[in-house]
């Protein structure tokens, strides 16, 4: 079956899908993205990611392509033409295709991607099970990460060392030594305290879709947690580490720069965190 995109008003195999060269999410990066969880055929969370989507194109002042009820057919047919039960749907708007030139183009229509794809859940499974290794890098990204913006680039080259070290994530880390987020997730610890501590919200990190729902998930267990910036040295000494994000819900980290996080092994709350999960989030 010929995977199916979705670009600017039709559906079609990805092969023959297109944009244009003078796109300025291809030339300045100047878009957004979101990516949502796709669970037994549903969308996870579509309320919390349309409205962090909204935030975005408002920040750029970039004009919605078309109405939330309208994008939220195209997500759907798009899951199914694809015929996704378990996966992703990712939705990409970007300032549209213009004459190249920095400053906003009047009059140009933003471009509107849509695809989907499955997820193998076994080896997810796997890696919530064994856990993760995360190594850290310099935090060199823009001054704006708060806005989920397709300029990957930082994360991209995090990811990659990571990958090259052997590890699944990259931890980024502001010049105070003090960890802003994942290449692509965000980062939590439980402190020697027992207390769980995440980053608060701020314009140096994403304010992550899975985050708020596993606040939620910690209030509704009676945990403790403590929303401020933790050291790397912090991190070395936690009980317990884990990542959140949309396509991976909760994952356990055990290993930082290739130091065992606690006795090695994935930690409770990690675990009592990511079985929960679904049971708070909004699926649609
Ligand atoms: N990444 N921080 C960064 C830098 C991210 O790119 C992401 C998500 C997150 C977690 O956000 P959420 O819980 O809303 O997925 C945090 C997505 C999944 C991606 O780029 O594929």
Redesign the pocket.
């Given at each position: 079956m010929s995977r199916i995109a979705y670009v600017n008003g039709r559906y079609l195999p990805r092969e023959r899908a297109k944009i244009s060269v003078e796109d300025r999410g291809f030339q300045f990066a100047d878009g957004v993205?979101e990516?949502c969880e796709v669970r037994e055929g549903s969308i996870v969370d579509e309320r919390r990611?349309m409205a962090?989507l909204d935030r975005s194109l408002n920040a750029l002042h970039i004009a919605r392509p078309m109405s939330p009820a309208a994008l939220a057919v195209v997500m759907r047919e798009t899951i199914a033409r694809n015929r996704v039960r378990d996966g992703?749907v990712y939705v990409e708007i970007t300032r549209g295709a213009a004459r190249r030139d920095f400053p906003f183009p009047a009059n140009t229509k933003p471009t509107l991607v849509v695809t989907a794809r499955g997820n193998d859940l076994s080896r997810l499974e796997q890696l919530a099970a064994d856990g993760v290794a995360v190594v850290t890098v310099p935090d060199i990204r823009w001054g704006r990460?708060d806005i989920?913006t397709v300029a990957?680039l930082p994360?991209v080259l995090a990811k990659q060392q990571a990958r090259e070290q052997g590890a699944r994530e990259a931890w980024l880390v502001d010049e105070q030594g003090r960890i802003t987020?994942?290449?692509?997730?965000?980062a939590w610890i439980v402190a020697r305290d027992g207390k769980i501590v995440t980053r608060p919200l701020g314009q140096d990190?994403?304010?992550?879709?899975?985050?708020s729902v596993v606040l939620d998930v910690i209030k509704a267990q009676g945990l403790a947690v403590e929303e401020r910036a933790f050291t790397l040295e912090e991190a070395y000494a936690a009980r317990e580490a884990f990542i959140?994000?949309?396509?991976?819900i909760v994952l356990p980290v055990v290993r930082i720069d290739g130091r065992p996080v606690g006795n090695g092994a994935p930690g409770l709350i990690a675990a009592a965190l990511r079985r929960d999960y679904h049971r708070h989030a909004e699926i649609s």
């Amino acid at each position: 079956m010929s995977r199916i995109a979705y670009v600017n008003g039709r559906y079609l195999p990805r092969e023959r899908a297109k944009i244009s060269v003078e796109d300025r999410g291809f030339q300045f990066a100047d878009g957004v993205y979101e990516v949502c969880e796709v669970r037994e055929g549903s969308i996870v969370d579509e309320r919390r990611h349309m409205a962090r989507l909204d935030r975005s194109l408002n920040a750029l002042h970039i004009a919605r392509p078309m109405s939330p009820a309208a994008l939220a057919v195209v997500m759907r047919e798009t899951i199914a033409r694809n015929r996704v039960r378990d996966g992703i749907v990712y939705v990409e708007i970007t300032r549209g295709a213009a004459r190249r030139d920095f400053p906003f183009p009047a009059n140009t229509k933003p471009t509107l991607v849509v695809t989907a794809r499955g997820n193998d859940l076994s080896r997810l499974e796997q890696l919530a099970a064994d856990g993760v290794a995360v190594v850290t890098v310099p935090d060199i990204r823009w001054g704006r990460v708060d806005i989920k913006t397709v300029a990957l680039l930082p994360n991209v080259l995090a990811k990659q060392q990571a990958r090259e070290q052997g590890a699944r994530e990259a931890w980024l880390v502001d010049e105070q030594g003090r960890i802003t987020e994942g290449a692509s997730s965000n980062a939590w610890i439980v402190a020697r305290d027992g207390k769980i501590v995440t980053r608060p919200l701020g314009q140096d990190i994403l304010p992550g879709i899975t985050r708020s729902v596993v606040l939620d998930v910690i209030k509704a267990q009676g945990l403790a947690v403590e929303e401020r910036a933790f050291t790397l040295e912090e991190a070395y000494a936690a009980r317990e580490a884990f990542i959140t994000s949309a396509s991976q819900i909760v994952l356990p980290v055990v290993r930082i720069d290739g130091r065992p996080v606690g006795n090695g092994a994935p930690g409770l709350i990690a675990a009592a965190l990511r079985r929960d999960y679904h049971r708070h989030a909004e699926i649609s």
